[in-house]
């Protein structure tokens, strides 16, 4: 049975909240197996005999929204993407001076070329981006609670969603879940 993480954006922030063992629970529930969390920014493992990464995040994101009360957008990769992912991550050299932090903002979809253009065009002192295939690396060398290029500016750049993540965090999962 195929195996995904899933990333599910804009929960336990405010107001938005899902504990993860719900989310266990639902989804395990709901013909998912293999359930996992990790930390509760909501990262999540499981397999299913789904074999379209676009019904996994439908499902996963229609199951949990309904529990929550809320919209959940699910972003799936399978597994063998993450250590990819930081792989490709490593071999971009750190050219901001005093680099504070890197983040990946996972995307649903993978931008258009004038998207990205767009974006790597990015002139804010201190702020980098890179779109790496479906996802963004971000690159601080301000504290992050002062950046530009929020979340929500790069979803408005891309034209899509997506949902960041530390990329310690992500290393982890690639050691944790990476297939």
């Not at 971009?92 to 649903?108: D, K, N």
């Amino acid at each position: 049975m195929p195996g995904y993480v899933v990333f599910l954006r804009a929960v336990n922030v405010g107001k938005r909240q899902l504990r993860m063992a719900d989310a266990r629970t639902v989804l395990s529930g709901n013909g998912f197996r293999d359930v996992e969390t990790h930390i509760q920014t909501g990262n999540v493992f499981l397999t299913t005999p789904v074999r379209s990464v676009a019904k996994v995040e439908e499902q996963v994101g229609r199951l949990l929204g309904e529990h929550a009360g809320f919209d959940i957008v699910a972003i799936a990769r399978k597994p063998a993407e993450l250590p990819a992912l930081v792989q490709a991550i490593d071999g971009i050299p750190e050219h901001l001076p005093h680099e504070v932090s890197r983040y990946v903002s996972f995307c649903a979809s993978a931008p258009t070329a004038a998207a990205t253009e767009e974006l790597h065009a990015w002139e804010v002192e201190g702020e980098r981006a890179t779109v790496i295939g479906k996802d963004v690396l971000m690159e601080f060398s301000v504290p992050f609670n002062e950046v530009k290029l929020t979340g929500a500016r790069i979803e408005k750049i891309l034209g899509i969603p997506g949902t960041a993540r530390n990329l310690t965090v992500v290393r982890a999962l690639a050691q944790k879940w990476g297939a």
